[in-house]
């Protein structure tokens, strides 16, 4: 499912979805539209008369054949054009998909200001993964690229488990999946945890990523080939810090929505929201639960 609004970001996060069909599935471009404030009058006398319905509803469509007449329409299902502000609208209708694909900038002249508050919106409640794909990301098919990397945050929590597990499932086999642990040395209200040594956090860290990587192997399909695709990484330092420098040359990026506060500081709804404002590379969230 992926959000259209005319803009030139859910433009191409549209063309992103066309052209990784073949991983993810057929397109089904949502175009939301609503019936404006100003149009609905103050209720006086003197209000102008306001513009039926109809006539946004008959520009949502115009918007949506503008856009496809830009796209390869090989893999895209016919537009559903619904009047609704364009986040719950996502939600809803991406409840049916395997992955919802929106922009990182819109406009709100038919859509509620698809994509930056909408994508918010539909990272904190969707029940499907849910792609942000930025302006300046390649939409080049992701199979197609040499020395492709995804980078996948890991935080202990099983959130983390589940991200790692959908990279091994939908990423073509040819992309590296890079397995980051970010930690740092948090002191503690006992003298036993200030006291410990960096290494014994770090190696602590270790033991983390290993158990949160063989967790997501142990009910893989493919786990006997894929063990040799995962690099695995801990690095010292505030997880969005860490994530963001390892997604810098990365093709994706991969988090879950929501994670959990352990002795590394790790990975937490907080630094998914901060990542997902600013990306630096297609970044895909996975929800909890």
Avoid at 217 to 225: F, I, P, Q
Avoid at 251 to 279: C, D, F, K, N, Y
């Amino acid at each position: 499912m992926v959000g259209v609004d005319g803009s030139a970001g859910s433009t191409h996060a549209l063309r992103w979805a066309v052209n990784n069909a073949t991983s993810f599935g057929d397109v089904q471009p949502i175009v939301a539209w609503q019936y404006p404030w100003w149009g609905m009058g103050t209720g006086m006398a003197v209000d102008p008369m306001p513009p039926p319905p109809e006539d946004f509803a008959a520009a949502a469509q115009a918007t949506a054949r503008h856009v496809l007449d830009t796209i390869d329409r090989s893999h895209i299902s016919p537009a559903i054009v619904c009047r609704s502000n364009a986040g719950p609208a996502l939600v809803e209708f991406g409840a049916s998909g395997s992955l919802i694909v929106v922009g990182t900038r819109g406009h709100g002249a038919l859509a509620g200001t698809l994509l930056g508050s909408v994508s918010t919106h539909v990272v904190a409640h969707a029940r499907t993964p849910v792609a942000v794909v930025p302006i300046d990301a390649s939409d080049a098919d992701l199979s197609s690229l040499e020395d492709a990397a995804a980078v996948v945050g890991i935080d202990g929590s099983p959130n983390s488990i589940a991200a790692l597990r959908w990279a091994l499932e939908f990423l073509p086999r040819t992309i590296t999946i890079k397995a980051v642990h970010a930690w740092g040395a948090t002191l503690g209200t006992t003298p036993e945890l200030i006291t410990l040594p960096l290494d014994e956090f770090e190696t602590q860290a270790r033991t983390t990523l290993d158990a949160c990587v063989d967790a997501a192997l142990a009910d893989h399909a493919g786990a006997s080939e894929d063990v040799t695709r995962i690099e695995r990484v801990v690095a010292f330092g505030d997880p969005r810090s860490v994530l963001r420098e390892q997604a810098e040359h990365a093709t994706i990026l991969v988090l879950g929505a929501r994670g959990h506060r352990g002795i590394a500081h790790l990975l937490l709804g907080s630094v998914t929201t901060g990542l997902v404002h600013h990306p630096n590379a297609v970044t895909v969230v996975i929800p909890a639960g």
